[in-house]
């Protein structure tokens, strides 16, 4: 028998060196002035940004879900690293934290450091757009484990907020007005379904177009999530009086709000409120999904939720409006509804 490498059972080390070169400089890029050290070493070194009294660190980990079989169909692979970011990086925010740092993890059966480098690519952009640094990541080749050319993804989201100034929905009172803040269509849940849906009851190939939306299905399906940190952070930084944040993932409206309600009250949510992307219509009538699935399923077009005092409400949307520079690509918020007083919950009028 010849000798055994550990390239014979299918572990390339060269290959995950190779992968290595072509994403540190991508992090580096995206590093803050609190990053002492980063790619390459054991462990990463962030320090706290000056001007906290009590600093927090807030934390989330999250992935991409099956939205990820989707870019093995298309072989696109720049996109879903900023997916990933958002979904850490909402998380922490809702509790009003600034992002400050990233790590991912990509698991695969095989390096291509090629791919890697797509993939990396776009958490570094992600990473760009919510305004904190790639620190560091792990790179796994598990041969056996995964699929032939496929790959998951995990990323780790760091953030810091000043204690007495955590938002948890303590402050939350009958009487707060929901805004929300849109989409840009999916995002990154409701994949089995949507995947259920698009290819086996409609019968569309990837390169398809989606009828009653206008983009293939690559396109749409692929989307990126919005990073809605770098709007939130500025608002935050103004003293606007928000009492609760929610992001919208699994669980769509019904679900994730009455995460950051206190006992004793109720979002009341105006469904007419706001156009719901053609996306979501599609799916419902193709799959003969119920108005509840589809609102414990997916966003519907509002990806952010901040429940904020009454008379700071009219204030947030015209500072939106008249700050492009902050607010980017996001939005002007809408208002959705209000806090009642009754069962913790949500209802759709």
Same mark, same amino acid.
């Given at each position: 028998?010849?000798?055994?490498?550990?390239?014979?059972?299918?572990?390339?080390?060269?290959?995950? +060196?190779?992968?290595?070169?072509?994403?540190?400089?991508?992090?580096?890029?995206?590093?803050?002035?609190?990053?002492?050290? /980063?790619? &390459?070493?054991?462990?990463?070194?962030?320090?706290?940004?000056?001007?906290?009294?009590?600093?927090?660190?807030? *934390?989330?980990?999250?992935?991409?879900?099956?939205?990820?079989?989707?870019?093995?169909?298309? +072989?696109?692979?720049?996109?879903?690293?900023? +997916?990933?970011?958002?979904?850490?990086?909402?998380?922490?925010?809702?509790?009003?934290?600034?992002?400050?740092?990233?790590?991912?993890?990509?698991?695969? =059966?095989?390096?291509?450091?090629?791919?890697?480098?797509?993939?990396?690519? %776009?958490?570094?952009? &992600?990473?760009?757009?919510?305004?904190?640094?790639?620190?560091?990541?792990?790179?796994?080749?598990?041969?056996?484990?995964?699929?032939?050319?496929?790959?998951?993804?995990?990323?780790?989201?760091? %953030?810091?907020?000043?204690?007495?100034?955590?938002?948890?929905?303590?402050?939350?009172?009958?009487?707060?007005?929901?805004?929300?803040?849109?989409?840009?269509?999916?995002?990154?849940?409701?994949? *089995?379904?949507?995947?259920?849906?698009?290819?086996?009851?409609?019968?569309? *190939?990837?390169?398809?177009?989606?009828? &009653?939306?206008?983009?293939?299905?690559?396109?749409?399906?692929?989307?990126?999530?919005?990073?809605?940190? =770098?709007?939130?952070? =500025?608002?935050? /930084?103004?003293?606007?009086?928000?009492?609760?944040?929610?992001?919208?993932?699994?669980?769509?409206?019904?679900?994730n709000i009455p995460r950051v309600l206190p006992e004793g009250c109720r979002a009341r949510?105006e469904r007419s409120a706001w156009p719901v992307p053609a996306i979501f219509r599609v799916?419902?009538?193709?799959?003969?999904? *119920?108005?509840?699935?589809?609102?414990?399923?997916?966003?519907?077009?509002? &990806?952010?939720?901040?429940?904020?005092?009454?008379?700071?409400? +009219?204030?947030?949307?015209?500072?939106?409006?008249?700050?492009?520079? =902050?607010?980017?690509?996001?939005?002007?918020?809408?208002?959705?509804?209000?806090?009642?007083? %009754?069962?913790?919950?949500?209802?759709?009028?």
């Amino acid at each position: 028998m010849e000798p055994l490498t550990y390239r014979a059972t299918g572990v390339d080390i060269e290959a995950g +060196d190779e992968a290595v070169r072509r994403i540190a400089p991508l992090a580096r890029r995206t590093h803050r002035p609190e990053v002492l050290g /980063g790619i &390459g070493a054991f462990a990463s070194f962030v320090r706290v940004p000056p001007g906290f009294t009590e600093p927090v660190l807030v *934390s989330s980990t999250d992935g991409v879900g099956s939205k990820l079989k989707v870019a093995f169909l298309a +072989d696109r692979h720049d996109t879903v690293g900023i +997916d990933l970011v958002a979904m850490g990086v909402n998380d922490v925010l809702v509790h009003g934290a600034e992002p400050l740092y990233f790590l991912d993890y990509i698991g695969t =059966a095989r390096i291509d450091p090629a791919r890697v480098e797509s993939l990396v690519a %776009g958490v570094a952009e &992600g990473c760009r757009r919510a305004g904190c640094a790639l620190v560091g990541g792990e790179t796994a080749e598990l041969p056996g484990l995964y699929a032939a050319n496929e790959y998951d993804l995990a990323g780790f989201a760091v %953030g810091v907020v000043e204690r007495a100034k955590i938002l948890d929905g303590a402050a939350v009172k009958p009487g707060d007005v929901v805004l929300g803040l849109a989409s840009s269509g999916l995002h990154s849940n409701g994949y *089995s379904l949507v995947r259920r849906i698009v290819f086996d009851v409609m019968g569309l *190939s990837i390169d398809a177009v989606l009828p &009653g939306v206008g983009r293939t299905v690559a396109d749409e399906l692929l989307e990126p999530t919005l990073i809605y940190a =770098a709007p939130v952070v =500025a608002l935050l /930084g103004r003293g606007v009086e928000i009492h609760a944040m929610a992001h919208v993932t699994g669980g769509g409206i019904t679900g994730n709000i009455p995460r950051v309600l206190p006992e004793g009250c109720r979002a009341r949510i105006e469904r007419s409120a706001w156009p719901v992307p053609a996306i979501f219509r599609v799916l419902q009538e193709a799959g003969r999904v *119920s108005d509840a699935e589809m609102f414990r399923t997916f966003n519907m077009g509002v &990806g952010y939720v901040l429940v904020v005092a009454p008379a700071q409400a +009219d204030e947030i949307v015209l500072w939106w409006r008249g700050n492009a520079a =902050a607010t980017g690509e996001i939005p002007a918020p809408i208002r959705l509804g209000e806090i009642v007083a %009754g069962e913790r919950g949500v209802e759709l009028v």
